[in-house]
Nanobody, 122 residues
Framework: VQLQASGGGSVQARGSLRLSCAASGRSFSNYDIGWFRQAPGKEREFVAAINWNGGIKYYADSVKGRFTIPRDNAENTVYLQLSSMKPEDTANYYC????????????????WGQGTQVTVSS
C-alpha cells in the first residue's frame, strides 16, 4: 500500500483544517492507519489512529476533543479533522499503516507517506 497525505496549510488559532491520507493498493482496508506529526527540532509524535473498520480510534491527550480521525474505505482514504487549532499544532503531519502492536509508536508503522505541513498562527 502507498499512502499520500495532503490538505495542509496555514490557519489562525482556533481555526480548522481537514487532512487526507489517500491510499493506493487493494489492501488498504486491511490496515489500521495512524497520523503522526513532527515539528522542527522535535521527535515525531503520535496524533491519532484508527483501526481497519473504523470501529476503534485512539488520540493523543494533546489533541483529544479537538481532532477526529474518520475513514472511508470505499474511497481508500483516512482523514484527520483538526479543529480549535493551537500554534503548538504546527508541524509536518504524516500518515502511515500500522504493522506492529503498539498504536502510539512510530516504529510500529510502515508505508509512510510524504508529510503535509500545517502552520497555526496566533
Amino acid at each position: 500500500v502507498q499512502l499520500q497525505a495532503s490538505g495542509g496549510g496555514s490557519v489562525q488559532a482556533r481555526g480548522s483544517l481537514r487532512l487526507s491520507c489517500a491510499a493506493s493498493g487493494r489492501s488498504f482496508s486491511n490496515y489500521d492507519i495512524g497520523w503522526f506529526r513532527q515539528a522542527p527540532g522535535k521527535e515525531r509524535e503520535f496524533v491519532a489512529a484508527i483501526n481497519w473498520n473504523g470501529g476503534i480510534k485512539y488520540y493523543a491527550d494533546s489533541v483529544k476533543g479537538r481532532f477526529t480521525i474518520p475513514r472511508d474505505n470505499a474511497e481508500n482514504t483516512v482523514y484527520l479533522q483538526l479543529s480549535s487549532m493551537k500554534p503548538e499544532d504546527t508541524a509536518n503531519y504524516y500518515c502511515a499503516a500500522k504493522v506492529g502492536i503498539n498504536y502510539a509508536l512510530a516504529q510500529n508503522y510502515a508505508y509512510w507517506g510524504q508529510g503535509t505541513q500545517v502552520t497555526v498562527s496566533s
